[in-house]
């Protein structure tokens, strides 16, 4: 019984050799958002040849995924992932790569006031002095800088350094292709880039651990991993930093909607787009993949690219794959235009409300955050509301006093963080079957999404040519390889 299944194996994995020594591979990639465009576009860039056809396929109508824009009050505003650091080197290639236009951030949202509500009053609030004049703003920036050290002590200095010596390692990731490996699975990837250890504790684990005050960490660093991953700061350390990143300044985003990314990625890739085609089975046919598609059409494709998180799909897999157990954290968004209630919060006056609340954990707390999108007119705003379940009608007509107009999206966000934090691989099967999600466990970002993308189609690309042993068994090497590759020749 033993030799027959090594024998077996041995020839399976040696079909992928012989198969790109025909020179092409069709790639099949389920799901359109920047990490499905991404692996597209970099197998182009990196390897024109040996990659014949490209197919995308997205259930929905449009491409970009969590890149989304809602139009409310006759205006664009995005919905999902929105901020961009300036760090974000692929995301900024794109955007110039494509011709698309940067957002910087407005002066109304670098000098956003900030409060932070624990449902029955303001434990904090910045100063708010709307002001055109340079030196007006820099002084009011500075009375706020001084308040939050008043309040948060020296320790508030410290938050920079922990994200820069982060962000600095991150990085290594655009080192030069000659120096850099192709992580064949997420640890290694992140333990090329000191980033790892960071996935082994909580955030406040780290934090504690490098002496911050523990309001520091109850206060502004939970508003802020509220926000930005509808999480406490239980997550961890490495979606902590990555969380604190984009708290900072010189954020941007892209004008008219991050999602065009997407889809000026595709466009150039010599793509082939299966818009509203969701795949509902992926079988190994034995040296190729047989996708299955609801619209009941089925494609068959060399290599198969799993671009979306598989947490809550139910995609047949032929055999079946096994990856650790994820959640999504379920992050409502709302987007109301109207006008807050300043009773709500009690305070008197509209004008008293900052312009961001944010808010520290707390379960009697029915949201996360709400801020000021865009004042129309003196009572009449469009305003977005994070929350971890939906808001009633009934809530929101005590939260708002005028509410004309309500939107709702409840995003599959990104994962719920655990610390140690545990992966799936890359290499689904051992095969030709990846899975680029895998890395949204490190920080589930646009440029992360990227940077996973960009590994993964390196990785395809070295297997395809069999430059990297595959991991099958542990059965080949490159004497067993040239004699057992002998007789197909
Ligand atoms: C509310 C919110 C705020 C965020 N804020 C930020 C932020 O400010 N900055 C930032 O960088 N990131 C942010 N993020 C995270 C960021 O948006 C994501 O990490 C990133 O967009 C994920 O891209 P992706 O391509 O990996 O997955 P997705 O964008 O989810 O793409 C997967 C695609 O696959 C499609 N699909 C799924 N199953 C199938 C199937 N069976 N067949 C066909 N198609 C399928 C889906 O429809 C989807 O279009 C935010 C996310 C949310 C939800
Ligand atoms: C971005 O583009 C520039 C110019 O084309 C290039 O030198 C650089 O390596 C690119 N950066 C990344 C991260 O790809
Ligand atoms: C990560 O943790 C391990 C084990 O605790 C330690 O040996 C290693 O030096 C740490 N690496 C970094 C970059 O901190
Ligand atoms: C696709 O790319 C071409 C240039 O290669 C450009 O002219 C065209 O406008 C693009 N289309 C879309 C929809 O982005
Ligand atoms: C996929 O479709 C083909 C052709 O219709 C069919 O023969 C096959 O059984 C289907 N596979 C699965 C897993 O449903
Ligand atoms: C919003 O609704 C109120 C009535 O609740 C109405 O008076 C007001 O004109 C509306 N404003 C806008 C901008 O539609």
């Known amino acids: 019984m033993l030799p027959i299944t090594l024998i077996t194996l041995t020839l399976i994995t040696l079909t992928i050799p012989s198969s790109s020594s025909q020179s092409t591979a069709d790639v099949c990639i389920i799901g359109s958002g920047i990490s499905g465009s991404s692996v597209a576009h970099f197998l182009r860039q990196y390897s024109p040849t040996p990659i014949s056809q490209i197919r995308i396929f997205e259930r929905h109508t449009v491409v970009g995924g969590r890149m989304a824009t809602v139009t409310i009050a006759g205006e664009t505003f995005e919905a999902g992932g929105t901020i961009l650091h300036p760090k974000n080197y692929h995301a900024l290639n794109f955007t110039h790569m494509l011709g698309l236009k940067v957002n910087g951030p407005s002066a109304s949202e670098s000098s956003m006031s900030l409060g932070i509500w624990d449902g029955d009053k303001f434990l904090f609030k910045t100063i708010d002095f709307d002001s055109k004049n340079q030196i007006v703003q820099y002084f009011v920036s500075l009375a706020n800088s001084i308040r939050m050290l008043f309040r948060y002590g020296v320790s508030l200095l410290k938050m920079n350094n922990f994200v820069e010596v982060t962000v600095d390692n991150f990085l290594k990731y655009y080192e030069s292709k000659e120096s850099r490996p192709v992580f064949s699975n997420v640890e290694d990837m992140l333990k090329w880039a000191d980033l790892y250890n960071l996935t082994t504790q909580t955030l406040e684990e780290e934090l504690v651990g490098l002496k911050f005050s523990p309001l520091l960490i109850e206060e502004l660093i939970t508003v802020i991993t ?21 708290s900072g ?7 008219g909607g991050n999602w065009q990314m997407a889809a000026g990625l595709i466009n150039r890739s010599d793509v082939t787009l299966h818009l509203q085609e969701e795949i509902s089975s992926v079988t190994n046919a034995g040296g190729f993949y047989e996708l299955n598609s609801t619209n009941g059409n089925s494609y068959t494709c060399q290599i198969t690219v799993v671009a979306t998180p598989l947490d809550e799909l139910d995609i047949q897999f032929t055999p079946e794959i096994y990856i650790p157990e994820r959640k999504l954290q379920h992050t409502y968004t709302t987007f109301v235009r109207g006008l807050l209630n300043p009773a709500y919060f009690g305070l008197n006056a509209v004008s008293d409300l900052p312009e961001l609340v944010g808010t520290i954990e707390s379960s009697e707390l029915p949201f996360t955050c709400v801020s000021v999108l865009k004042e129309h007119a003196a009572n009449d705003f469009t305003y977005k509301l994070f929350s971890r379940q939906s808001l009633t009608d009934a809530l929101l007509d005590q939260i708002f006093s005028i509410r004309n107009e309500t939107i709702r999206i409840n995003w599959g966000a990104y994962p719920h963080y655990h610390a140690p934090e545990e992966f799936a691989p890359f290499i689904l099967d051992d095969k030709h079957l990846y899975y680029v999600n895998a890395f949204e466990n490190a920080a589930s970002t646009i440029e992360t999404g990227a940077v996973a993308a960009e590994n993964i189609a390196r990785l395809i690309l070295s297997r395809l040519s069999g430059q990297q042993p595959s991991r099958s068994y542990g059965l080949k090497s490159s004497t067993s390889d040239s004699n057992l590759q002998h007789p197909e020749l």
Do not use: C, F
């Open 226 to 246: 509220r926000i930005n991953y509808g999480q406490s700061v239980k997550i961890s350390g490495l979606a902590g930093a990555v969380s604190l990143a984009g």
């Open 249 to 255: 300044g010189d954020l941007w985003s892209v004008e």
